[in-house]
């Protein structure tokens, strides 16, 4: 099994940017396919974003996409996840998710059941 560990967390501006860090230890990294997910107060744990062993296929959530970007280095064992254009919308606690599987379809990647391994999360804030 895979532990993560999310850093990069903070408060933001509204249109501003942060990069959040997801390090993996354990299990071969390279052999997981990385998601983030959130959870805003009061709301369920929504898909955010998700990235394939090589990076070579990603999914984005449609409210993130062209604002947020996912990527990986396996050397490193880190997922990121850079956003930019943050929206007050945008609050939540962020999390890190493995899977062994690519989840496919893409909306198998929405199901956060389809990734067995989690961080503890991160909180994002946005003000307005």
């Known amino acids: 099994q895979v532990q993560l560990v999310e850093s990069g967390g903070g408060l933001v501006q509204a249109g501003g940017s942060l990069r959040l860090s997801c390090a993996a230890s354990?299990?071969?990294?390279?052999?997981?396919?990385m998601g983030w997910f959130r959870q805003a107060p009061g709301k369920e744990r929504e898909f955010v974003a998700a990235i394939s062993w090589s990076g070579g296929s990603t999914y984005y959530a449609d409210s993130v996409k062209g604002r947020f970007t996912i990527s990986r280095d396996n050397a490193k064992n880190t997922v990121y996840l850079q956003m930019n254009s943050l929206k007050p919308e945008d609050t939540a606690v962020y999390y890190c998710?493995?899977?062994?599987?690519?989840?496919?379809?893409?909306?198998?990647?929405?199901?956060?059941?389809?990734?067995?391994?989690w961080g503890q999360g991160t909180q994002v804030t946005v003000s307005s």
């Open positions: 354990g299990r071969t990294f390279s052999s997981y396919a």
């Open positions: 998710a493995a899977s062994l599987v690519w989840p496919t379809p893409y909306s198998a990647a929405l199901n956060f059941r389809s990734f067995g391994s």
